[in-house]
Antibody, heavy 123, light 108 residues
Framework: EVQLVESGGGLVQPGGSLRLSCAGSGFTFGNHAMSWVRQAPGKGLEWVSGISGSGRNPYYADSVKGRFTVSRDNSRNTVSLLINNVRAEDTAIYYC????????????????WGQGTLVTVSA | SYVLTQPPSESVAPGQTARISCGGKNIDGKSVHWFQQKPGQAPLLVIEYDSDRPSGIPERFSGSNSGNTATLTISRVEAGDEADYYCQVWDSRSDHPVFGGGTKLTVL
């Protein structure tokens, strides 16, 4: 059974940093690209970042480029998202999502999602 | 980047057919995926590649894509289908996925 479990969310002050993690199981982790999709309170889904299965190719939305860094450790079946210089508009539930295709690029077809981790930015 | 436009809300009576649209320029040249999200839950893939149903998704869910509009159709709507629905495509210009704004389906 595929499982994705996010962690690392919480309350952070504006300008601070936060690292989110997602642990995957039930599939060959390194064969699939992974993404982070966020959802602000009461709002829609926004893709923010992804990374290829090997970890060689990161992808970022323009809205977060330069502040977010995605990485993965296939030996530990984890993908991480480092958020620097957090802003109020980063307040959201952050979901980890698995790419359905087995390829070393991001296809954007998400077949499994974690339950999300809430990031709240407030002074 | 590529823009997907969905109506904010749709309503349908139980047993009837719900149709949720997703507009985008020449969207029929892209593969459209649809997600269902119930309150407090993660999104669930219900249609992939315009019209394919993933394993476990009821046959009542179907999809189509033509011209500038993709459509998710839910036949014989049940109370349990009440949820937010999102369309999504890959934007080749920006090289990343794009979601529509979502449609809240209310079952009357």
């Amino acid at each position: 059974e595929v499982q994705l479990v996010e962690s690392g969310g919480g309350l952070v002050q504006p300008g601070g940093s936060l690292r989110l993690s997602c642990a995957g199981s039930g599939f060959t982790f390194g064969n699939h690209a992974m993404s982070w999709v966020r959802q602000a309170p009461g709002k829609g889904l926004e893709w923010v970042s992804g990374i290829s299965g090997s970890g060689r190719n990161p992808y970022y939305a323009d809205s977060v480029k330069g502040r977010f860094t995605v990485s993965r450790d296939n030996s530990r079946n984890t993908v991480s998202l480092l958020i620097n210089n957090v802003r109020a508009e980063d307040t959201a539930i952050y979901y980890c999502a698995k790419d359905k295709r087995q390829a070393d690029w991001l296809s954007g077809l998400f077949d499994y999602w974690g339950q999300g981790t809430l990031v709240t930015v407030s002074a | 980047s590529y823009v997907l436009t969905q109506p904010p809300s749709e309503s349908v009576a139980p047993g009837q057919t719900a149709r949720i649209s997703c507009g985008g320029k020449n969207i029929d040249g892209k593969s459209v995926h649809w997600f269902q999200q119930k309150p407090g839950q993660a999104p669930l893939l219900v249609i992939e590649y315009d019209s394919d149903r993933p394993s476990g998704i009821p046959e009542r869910f179907s999809g189509s894509n033509s011209g500038n509009t993709a459509t998710l159709t839910i036949s014989r709507v049940e109370a349990g289908d009440e949820a937010d629905y999102y369309c999504q495509v890959w934007d080749s210009r920006s090289d990343h996925p794009v979601f529509g704004g979502g449609t809240k389906l209310t079952v009357l």
